[in-house]
């Protein structure tokens, strides 16, 4: 077994290898995306601990040195944690001018305008159990197909952005089954919670401005987001490459087909390299390389 079609054809003549594989499919990407999870959270502590080591010595070293110098620790510790707080209100209110900037920036779309549309978002919404988003769209001129999404949570509740393009809303009426495998593959992103990293990258390029306060105040908080940030720059690339790898495997899950595929041998998307798409040849190569060994792994058992 060596590529797609293959596979798709095997598929086609057996109903009950079919459910058996996208079933198989699901826990592999179930399991794949749950280790990256694990690791993305137990990152940030180690940066904390490495901190935490010396600051500790020399609190111990001044406990060992008198009142004055406990004083002085203590006010110093105060400032760090004040201005960590004062760099994530400040980083919030820039997340939160980006999706002020969304709707001013882009004209929306009135749903009671498009009834189809409507349902058949509803439709996949529900069937990825997404229900309890708010979804706000938006026309995007920019691009002929591909739409953006962000996902935003926050006092507001949870909202879905969608950037559609005129030539995506024709396809909706055009081809059903591609149209729905881009929205799974957008509502991949949401399920992996990984649109904040373009958001981010997007505000790094207007360069946040962090508070005076916190350059003058606190030196271990510039060293921690000094650390912080290399080590961002350097899983960017890979970790956002991954995220558009697994939003295609997801939407392979959840339409039960390879629209994506089609989606990404067709014309549809520019086939020069840009920092956050990996090219789609790359793209439909990890999907082979999944869907094969998947295939292989039942057809074993
Ligand atoms: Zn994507």
């Known amino acids: ?24 499919l699901e826990d592999w990407y179930r399991l794949e995306r749950q280790k990256i999870i694990n690791i993305k959270k137990f990152a940030p502590y180690i940066a904390y601990f490495i901190i935490a080591i010396p600051v500790c010595l020399i609190f111990f070293a001044c406990l060992l040195n008198g009142f004055l110098e406990v004083l002085i620790f203590l006010i110093i ?12 209100v400040s980083h919030k209110r820039s997340v939160n001018k980006y999706f002020d900037s969304i709707d001013l920036t882009y004209r929306k779309i009135n749903t009671n305008d498009f009834p189809d549309l409507k349902n058949t978002l509803n439709k996949l919404l529900n069937n990825v159990g997404l229900k309890d988003y708010e979804v706000k769209m938006f026309f995007d001129r920019n691009n002929h197909y591909v739409p953006a999404v962000c996902e935003r949570i926050d006092e507001q509740g949870k909202i879905i952005y969608f950037l559609l393009s005129r030539n995506l809303l024709m396809l909706h009426n055009l081809n059903r089954i591609l149209f729905e495998s881009i929205i799974y593959h957008e509502l991949g992103h949401i399920n992996q919670h990984d649109t904040n990293l373009w958001i981010e990258r997007n505000l790094e390029k207007e360069k946040i401005k962090y508070t005076w306060i916190a350059y003058i105040f606190s030196i271990p908080t510039i060293l921690f987001r000094l650390l912080a940030n290399s080590n961002a720059k350097k899983h960017y690339k890979q970790e956002r490459r991954n995220a558009e790898h697994y939003a295609d495997l997801y939407s392979i899950i959840n339409s039960k087909n390879f629209g994506i595929v089609g989606f990404l041998e067709g014309n549809y998307l520019s086939d020069s390299e840009d920092h956050d798409h990996p090219l789609p040849k790359a793209r439909i190569d990890f999907i082979e390389k999944i869907v094969n060994k998947v295939f292989l792994k039942i057809k074993l058992d």
């Not at 510790?77 to 994530?88: D, H, L, P």
């Open 1 to 24: 077994m060596s590529n797609i079609e293959n596979i798709i054809a095997h598929l086609d003549q057996d109903v009950n290898l079919k459910t058996t594989f996208f079933d198989t």
């Open 77 to 88: 510790i105060s400032a760090v944690i004040m201005c960590e707080r004062r760099i994530k």
